[in-house]
């Protein structure tokens, strides 16, 4: 199940828009039962819950806080204002480095201090990812150079950017430079329609997860966090935030993966908002590093779908995980769908 990461949405829509314009963490017994992957959504139902599910892991995972905008000012601009719609694109890009998987192990501190600028867009909102107080951003004057300085040892910080492009013919040959002490690349604005790439750097990785902002009003987002090891049974846990376009924490998701007894390597999660109101849930299929699965509401809707990638679990250390969500109207800017979705009947064991 490997995505293609690919020019063609960028080649067709940017030139539409111009013309337009002109239990524990690791834990998943709390879950279910011991077939619970072979139930329906694997047991998860669809009532409303406390917020964060009620559970510690959250806090212990440190998921339970949201990451702080830069500049609250900068975060409340809407690439759905219609105004900004005729003129300009906007790209949701998240950027990880450090350890994904955290490692409390972990005695050496590397050093991704650097600089992200935009060639052809401005950085229009920006949000720091688990940045301490050692930890520092720094805004270019011409809102196209975002600077930084970042060490980590166990974990892992990062940032989330909106970047605003000009619907003109120059802008397509813009790009996003990424320029740290540990790691380097170039990435043509192009590619940024969607993309998912995870890249190792020593014993750390770089992940980079982006996609193209609707102008319109179909909600769209970011999906990340821990993709715990399996227990005994083969049953690992998911466990993180759903978050806007701008990095904002909308809800939590809580669920469960393995390999049923047919072989399907499948994954289920219960969505709720950030008051505990039922979202929805999701099914889907997990194979070599990536994800992909359906959003489904109450009456069995479906509502939308994600996709993304895992790095999984090694050595008893946690996972992690990093996508986007969207609703149908949105699916568009997603890959087509390789394959379906895993039945939710139960299914008879051999």
Not at 35 to 57: K, R, T, V
Not at 146 to 151: A, D, I, K, R, T
Not at 192 to 218: K, M, S, Y
């Amino acid at each position: 199940m490997r995505h293609k990461l690919t020019h063609r949405l960028f080649a067709t829509l940017f030139p539409a828009l111009l013309a337009t314009a002109c239990g524990g963490p690791t834990d998943p017994e709390s879950l279910g039962t011991d077939n619970a992957l072979e139930q329906d959504y694997a047991g998860l139902d669809e009532a409303d819950e406390a917020p964060m599910f009620g559970d510690a892991s959250f806090a212990l995972l440190d998921e339970a806080a949201e990451d702080a905008a830069a500049d609250p000012s900068e975060v409340g601009t809407t690439p759905t204002d219609p105004a900004l719609a005729r003129d300009f694109a906007h790209l949701s890009v998240t950027l990880l480095w450090g350890k994904l998987r955290p490692d409390p192990r972990e005695t050496d501190v590397t050093d991704w201090s650097g600089v992200l600028h935009v060639d052809g867009g401005a950085i229009a909102a920006v949000r720091p990812i688990r940045f301490e107080a050692q930890d520092a951003l720094r805004r270019g004057d011409d809102r196209s150079t975002l600077g930084w300085v970042s060490h980590t040892r166990p974990h892992h910080d990062g940032v989330h950017v909106l970047i605003r492009v000009p619907l003109t013919p120059e802008a397509r040959t813009g790009s996003l430079n990424l320029r740290t002490v540990a790691y380097s690349v170039q990435i043509p604005l192009g590619q940024l329609t969607h993309l998912e790439r995870v890249v190792d750097v020593g014993d750390n990785q770089v992940a980079i997860n982006a996609f193209l902002v609707r102008p319109d009003d179909c909600p769209t987002g970011v999906l990340r966090g821990h993709w715990s090891a399996p227990n005994d049974r083969g049953v690992g846990r998911i466990l993180g935030r759903w978050m806007s376009t701008d990095g904002g924490v909308q809800g939590h998701l809580r669920g469960l993966y393995g390999t049923r007894a047919n072989g399907e390597q499948v994954f289920f999660a219960k969505v709720i908002a950030a008051d505990g109101r039922f979202i929805g849930r999701l099914a889907g299929h997990f194979e070599a590093g990536e994800f992909e699965g359906r959003w489904i509401t109450r009456g069995g809707e479906h509502h939308g779908g994600v996709i993304g990638r895992y790095r999984p679990a090694e050595d008893g250390e946690g996972g992690a995980f990093l996508g986007r969500w969207a609703e149908r109207c949105g699916e568009t800017t997603m890959p087509p769908e390789r394959t379906p979705p895993p039945e939710t009947r139960p299914t008879t064991r051999s």
